[in-house]
Nanobody, 121 residues
């Protein structure tokens, strides 16, 4: 069993910053990738950013490029999302995702409960 716990959401004015954190714990052999998704009301869940373990590469959705930075602490099984120059359209529930390899070699995708980010205009 693997648990992901997010923190760091909140209410911020447009132009402000927030830093999200997510910690993975439980029966983990390794983590292939960790990322952040956003769920806005009435919209589909969308990928915001992902960081891969093997090569350190990161990927961002276009609207996040240049404003958001994803980073990993592999030793602690944590992922962070630094969000700057926030806009009202960044509002939503931010969910942490991890592609985990368990000790028996199986791969699973796990999700956190999400943390609310609200950007006021």
């Amino acid at each position: 069993q693997v648990q992901l716990v997010e923190s760091g959401g909140g209410l911020v004015q447009a132009g402000g910053s927030l830093r999200l954190s997510c910690k993975a714990s439980g029966t983990i052999f390794s983590i292939k990738a960790m990322g952040w998704f956003r769920q806005a009301p009435g919209k589909q869940r969308e990928l915001v950013a992902v960081a891969y373990s093997d090569n350190g590469m990161t990927t961002y959705r276009d609207s996040a490029q240049g404003r958001f930075t994803i980073s990993r602490d592999n030793a602690k099984n944590m992922v962070y999302l630094q969000m700057n120059s926030l806009k009202p359209e960044d509002t939503g529930v931010y969910l942490c995702n991890a592609d985990v390899i368990t000790p028996n070699g199986m791969g699973y995708a796990y999700w956190g409960q999400g943390t609310q980010v609200t950007v006021s205009s």
